[in-house]
């Protein structure tokens, strides 16, 4: 405290020097009406320049709880658009079930991406969402922008999917415009663009053209979005063409995803699971 008073005491003319300025200062614009005026519109100006800072500060660091709530709110719209769809197939069909508890063929639960790779061949995303949520293996995972992979391994609170990223998965997919479908494979190199397989030479794929999930395998539903075309190659001797479809969802910007429960997976596959043991 010795020190303060002693400072003060040292600078005591600057110190004088500056009361006075904002004195007069103060007299000005309380005895001059255009001073005042514009004193005030400029202070206005400030504060709220001030304000608008501060509240941009804080809407950033709500941002992770205004994502997780869009995303909650994402996952609940495409489960009554499920809903929705049902009951519209089951209206125009001549003998819809009487059980409307079997409308709903999807569920979905809103994750967040803890870890995420997209510089290795074979690529893993990790989600805050395990058994707790009902999260099994098999799941799709589906962004707002598109397909994103399946769920892989779960433990209580968490899981790992194995992203579209992954040399290994495969995606049954359609060629929108012309109804033809194929599968989707990552090739390992570049991380916007993926490999679309299987589609015949008769058929006229253009660069632009949509490529959307086909729903065949039970997992993702009918019509999720993978991307465009963006290449399109054929060979003198290939019977299918080659072609590249850019990513509709940038990988290295994933941050809440949505898991998607096919209720009747299990259900399909058992079918099936028959059906190829007659085979054989």
Known sequence: MERLFYFIYQYRAFFTFLVLEVFCFWLVVKNNEYQGTQFFNSSNTIVASVNGFSQSVRD?????????????????????????????????????????????????????????????????????????AGIEPGMAVISPLGAVGKVKLVSEHYGVVTSLLHIDVM????????????????????????????????????????????????????????????????????LTYDLRVKLSQDFRKLSFLTVVKSVYKSEQDSLEQVVNAMAK
């Open 60 to 132: 950033y660091f709500l941002l992770s709880n205004v994502n997780a709530t869009l995303s909650a709110e994402n996952a609940g719209l495409r489960r009554e658009l499920e809903t929705y769809h049902q009951r519209t197939y089951l209206t125009d069909s001549v003998a819809p079930p009487p059980d409307s508890s079997r409308i709903k063929r999807f569920d979905f639960v809103s994750a967040k991406v803890v870890n995420n790779h997209v510089d290795l061949t074979k690529n893993f995303i990790t989600i805050n969402k395990g058994r707790d």
């Open 171 to 238: 995606v049954s997919s359609v060629l929108k415009r012309t109804g033809h479908f194929g599968s989707v494979q990552w090739d390992g190199r570049d991380p916007g663009v993926i490999r679309f397989n299987f589609i015949p030479r008769h058929v006229k794929p253009l660069v632009g053209d949509t490529v959307v999930t086909s729903g065949f395998n039970s997992v993702f539903p009918e019509g999720i979005m993978v991307g465009t075309v963006s290449e399109v190659n054929l060979s003198n001797e290939a």
